[in-house]
């Protein structure tokens, strides 16, 4: 399984950006998909997550600006950061949490982070 990630970058306060993630493989049924971010010298925390049902899930900062959709047809979750804030920067890492094809066990995969900066 791989996750494959894309967006990010450099913008401004206030600005937006989008990521995309895209799950590829021997995937047999996705419980839920989410995104983690890390900051040096912090832990990894949830920004958001999309389960299969289509609930989500997010951390108090980003409620109101950042929003988290799920293309199930193409194992795809996309995040989309708006009014983004220097706070915001960190290196932004897409999770699933999935059973692989013939099996009833789940477990998280990870993508590699892509780095969100925003800074004027």
């Known amino acids: 399984v791989q996750l494959q990630a894309s967006g990010g970058g450099l913008v401004q306060p206030g600005g937006s950006l989008r990521l995309s993630c895209a799950a590829s493989g021997s995937i047999g049924s996705i419980d839920f998909m989410g995104w983690y971010r890390r900051d040096p010298g912090s832990t990894r925390e949830l920004v958001a997550a999309v389960r299969s049902g289509g609930s989500t899930n997010y951390a108090d900062s980003v409620k109101g600006r950042f929003t988290i959709s799920r293309v199930s047809a193409e194992n795809t979750v996309v995040l989309e950061m708006n009014s983004l804030r220097p706070e915001d920067t960190a290196l932004y890492y897409c999770?699933?949490?999935?059973?692989?094809?013939?099996?009833?066990?789940?477990?998280?995969?990870w993508g590699r982070g892509t780095q969100v900066t925003v800074s004027s």
């Open positions: 999770n699933a949490y999935l059973a692989l094809r013939g099996s009833n066990s789940y477990r998280p995969y």
